[in-house]
């Protein structure tokens, strides 16, 4: 019974310890304004292109330095990255449309890492296959 009482203390000191309020942490959010594509951009599905962003303002410390490159249409993000893994930092990376890419002139480019961006819309054409 008394090693019931004990436990019992010991982790309620534990649950004191563990609400202690945290100090918060700045962190740098950083929008990079997507250069390439923009509204005059004219891509076709199955096409190789590169992404290009504006590395100029980047802060010192960047939350998340890791990028990711999505396709949207209609208010609707795809499910599927175009990229991801890359270094935000390097200002560029290298895409594959999906070959079975709906033809629009809707289409946004969305730049996910530290925060996320989206291109202009721009347009994406059907294969010449």
């Not at 962190?27 to 990079?32: G, L, Q, S, Y």
């Not at 599905?45 to 960047?62: C, E, H, L, M, R």
């Not at 079975?100 to 010449?128: A, E, H, M």
Request: proline letters at 9%.
């Amino acid at each position: 019974m008394m090693f019931f009482f004990l436990l019992a203390f010991v982790c309620s000191l534990l649950s004191n310890v563990c609400a202690l309020p945290v100090s918060p942490v700045m962190r740098d959010v950083w929008v990079p304004q997507i250069i390439c594509p923009n509204a005059s951009t004219v891509w076709t599905a199955a096409g190789n292109y590169t992404v290009v962003w504006d590395i100029s303002s980047k802060p010192a410390q960047v939350t998340n330095p890791k990028g990711m490159v999505y396709l949207r249409i209609n208010g609707a993000t795809q499910s599927t990255p175009l990229a991801q893994g890359f270094p935000l930092d390097a200002g560029h990376v290298n895409v594959t449309v999906p070959a079975d890419t709906q033809p629009s002139d809707q289409w946004i480019l969305v730049l996910f890492g530290d925060s996320g961006n989206w291109s202009p819309t721009f347009t994406i054409k059907p294969s010449s296959s």
